[in-house]
């Protein structure tokens, strides 16, 4: 594989290029649903959250772990993926529900947003530190008199070097357990028999957890610190940022206090680490892939190529925000991403 080198991946970012963290975090997860490995031709049959027995699959295949929860008392719901491997195209969020519909508790359909809680929650899954190090990579990446520019949904924005960025961890208990069962049935096998994955969040306690500070620490204190966290993967916990989308880039004190204590416990303050390090070797190849798909989007957009969809990082969009003319979104996404973009659309 080739992998580029950092003077190659500058080549064509200006000295003064400017990266929107927002756009960027949009565009990192785009990335990610379209070379992900774990799910890529995989559609949702069936939502359970153990109130009622699930139809698609008999609750005795659903692992231990899910039972216990029940006997615990713990908050829980089950995903039921079906996979077709000879599919020719891997799954997006517009073909993530199976044609023959989606099981749901009440029988109602689902609405956009709840969809993409779902499909997102999959495709983060068991992948913050992955995504981590490939935005801290990026980061590492830009000319060094590049700036970083955040802006949240509260109003409140950090403009910093590249190297302004920190890398933070926290060990954490989900409020909500996971867990996502993936089928693919056999019939060369026998009429009844399938291949079976379950992958679970949130079930066997605390959950180590990872995120970016962007900006210069200039205090101690949670509240006066003016620095941002950035979180591909809050919506793996089943949430969402102050604005709407499906990472986070909040204000520390935001992040701490109003976002992830929707859907998590954190158990100790966080610690800050080094640089993030993948040892295993094809997750790090993983991650080197990303990182060169995500510089090329960044190329593309300091040499004037920006209709992409500032919401899902899509690329190739052709309608604006109606009031700035500048911003492009994908039809279902101004609405989804308004949130956010009304406090910086003018």
Not at 62 to 79: C, D, I, L, S, T
Request: aromatic share 8%.
């Amino acid at each position: 594989m080739h992998t580029l080198t950092r003077s190659t991946m500058m080549a064509s970012i200006p000295d003064d290029f400017v990266v929107d963290v927002h756009d960027l975090a949009a565009i990192i997860l785009d990335a990610h649903a379209a070379t992900e490995t774990l799910l890529p031709k995989s559609q949702l049959v069936e939502i359970n959250r153990g109130i009622t027995s699930p139809t698609t699959l008999p609750s005795h295949v659903f692992a231990p772990e899910w039972h216990a929860a029940k006997v615990g008392g713990q908050k829980r719901v089950a995903y039921i993926l079906k996979t077709d491997s000879s599919a020719s195209e891997r799954i997006t969020i517009d073909t993530f529900t199976s044609p023959q519909g989606v099981k749901v508790p009440g029988g109602q359909e689902l609405t956009r947003r709840e969809l993409e809680d779902v499909f997102w929650r999959c495709k983060t899954f068991n992948n913050g530190y992955i995504l981590a190090y490939v935005a801290q990579r990026v980061f590492d990446s830009l000319p060094p008199t590049a700036k970083l520019h955040a802006r949240t949904s509260a109003k409140h924005e950090v403009v910093c070097k590249p190297s302004d960025v920190t890398v933070a961890e926290i060990d954490i208990v989900a409020k909500e357990a996971c867990l996502i069962l993936d089928y693919e049935p056999r019939p060369d096998l026998g009429p009844e028999r399938v291949n079976l994955s379950q992958h679970m969040t949130g079930f066997d306690g605390s959950i180590p957890w990872v995120f970016l500070l962007i900006g210069e620490p200039k205090s101690e204190d949670l509240e006066a610190d003016p620095r941002v966290v950035l979180d591909l993967v809050t919506s793996q916990l089943g949430g969402r940022g102050g604005g709407g989308e499906v990472f986070s880039l909040e204000r520390a004190f935001d992040y701490h206090q109003k976002v992830l204590p929707k859907v998590a416990d954190e158990l100790e303050k966080y610690d800050l680490s080094g640089k993030i390090r993948l040892s295993d070797d094809a997750l790090r190849a993983r991650g080197d892939a990303l990182v060169d798909v995500v510089m090329g989007r960044l190329r593309k957009i300091a040499s004037g190529e920006d209709n992409f969809c500032r919401y899902c990082g899509k690329e190739e969009v052709q309608a604006r925000c109606s009031k700035c003319k500048k911003a492009y979104f994908c039809a279902p996404c101004h609405t989804l991403g308004w949130k956010n973009h009304k406090v910086w659309c003018s």
